[in-house]
């Protein structure tokens, strides 16, 4: 064998004359081969200026002393172009693009990532990574997508009094903060210098409660309760929410409690009114004796009902005048000058006549007429 197998090196033979040029020819070989490093890959034909040791990856198409070359690598050797035949796994690095290629058999390309990466002590992207950030990424966006399903981007913490946390910057000053910060509820802060910050929404972790801080006075403000406080009468009937069929809203139980929704059992239980009560208020048709002073509604009971006497009298709820009970003193005032009577052709009221009308009712024009006659 008069070469190496792999890298082509000329051995020296036995009883081999001038043993020195066989064995520099070998270690020029090395020379050009080991670390390899190309100045351009873009390059068809032999450049203007060059000096021994250069290397070039002849580009396609070449010609002048490059001609027939094309993907090997010309290396410049005691004033002379030698041509080196790269072999599979070659690893070149391209000085003009700062890039770093692999020769795969057939083509020179970037060498292909790791099959796994695992527990590196830091990765930049883009970026430098330092002790504090150990994952720096230097891009106008970042994708996290699925592989099927949903997704989710986790950050855990050590302990509750520990901080998992969106931290939002401006030149690298914090200006929003979002996550469980000292504990385990959700905050929301926000900060104009990135030194003093302010609570705007804390929800409670236990509870899922949220406070919100913000003044509810202002324009735009969040309330600080549960609720927003719409004043007096500020709450109509549409934004309440539906009521069960036949209800009253009350409270039935023995302590100040939120309104429910009461059925007509409760409500009748409420009020003390038994299935016999039919004239309103419990209190009122079950009472022993009623204050007609105050009470000004409802419906008396027979047993309630007052024993009347005097001009009028009372069977049960019926009231009538007694008879001959009307006194004069006790009729309506007359006209002057007027009698009561009727002077209608059928039964009717007693009506106040003045004179001319009691006249016309006894004929007394017919009798003056008859006495003045016999007297003449």
């Known amino acids: 064998m008069s070469s190496s197998p792999n890298l082509a090196l000329p051995y020296i033979a036995a009883s081999q004359a001038q043993k020195h040029v066989t064995h520099n020819d070998a270690v020029a070989l090395l020379d050009g081969l080991l670390q390899l490093s190309v100045i351009s890959r873009s390059l068809a034909t032999p450049p203007a200026s060059f000096a021994d040791g250069n290397r070039f990856l002849v580009a396609a198409s070449p010609s002048g002393d490059w001609v027939g070359q094309a993907g090997m690598i010309a290396l410049r ?50 970026a430098t990574a330092d002790a504090t950030n150990k994952l720096a990424v230097s891009s106008a966006a970042a994708l996290f997508s699925h592989v099927g399903n949903g997704v989710q981007v986790k950050l855990n913490k050590n302990a509750a009094g520990d901080t998992a946390s969106l931290l939002y910057q401006t030149g690298f000053s914090g200006r929003a903060e979002l996550g469980t910060a000292g504990d385990d509820g959700f905050h929301l802060k926000v900060s104009a210098d990135g030194a003093a910050w302010k609570e705007a929404l804390v929800v409670d972790a236990a509870t899922g409660l949220a406070k919100a801080y913000a003044d509810p006075a202002t324009a735009l403000g969040l309330a600080t309760k549960q609720y927003v406080d719409a004043g007096t009468n500020g709450i109509a009937n549409a934004r309440l929410a539906p009521m069960p069929a036949a209800t009253l809203k009350g409270n039935s139980t023995g302590t100040s409690a939120t309104p429910a929704d009461l059925t007509v059992a409760q409500v009748k239980a409420l009020l003390a009114l038994s299935t016999a009560d039919v004239s309103g208020l419990g209190a009122l048709a079950s009472a022993s004796a009623v204050n007609l002073a105050t009470q000004t509604t409802g ?77 003449n």
């Open 77 to 126: 050797n005691a004033g002379q172009w030698q041509f080196l035949t790269p072999r599979k796994g070659f690893v070149l690095w391209v000085e003009a693009e700062s890039l770093l290629l692999v020769f795969d058999g057939v083509n020179w390309a970037p060498p292909p990532p790791p099959q796994a990466l695992q527990n590196l002590t830091l990765l930049g992207v883009n």
């Open 299 to 375: 419906t008396l009971q027979a047993a309630q009902f007052g024993t009347l006497s005097g001009d009028v009298v009372n069977t049960g709820f019926a009231v009538t005048i007694a008879a001959n009970a009307i006194t004069n003193a006790k009729a309506a005032p007359m006209p002057a000058m007027s009698f009561k009577a009727n002077a209608t052709a059928s039964a009717a009221s007693p009506q106040d006549l003045g004179l001319q009308q009691m006249q016309a009712a006894l004929n007394l024009a017919g009798l003056t007429a008859a006495r003045h006659l016999i007297m």
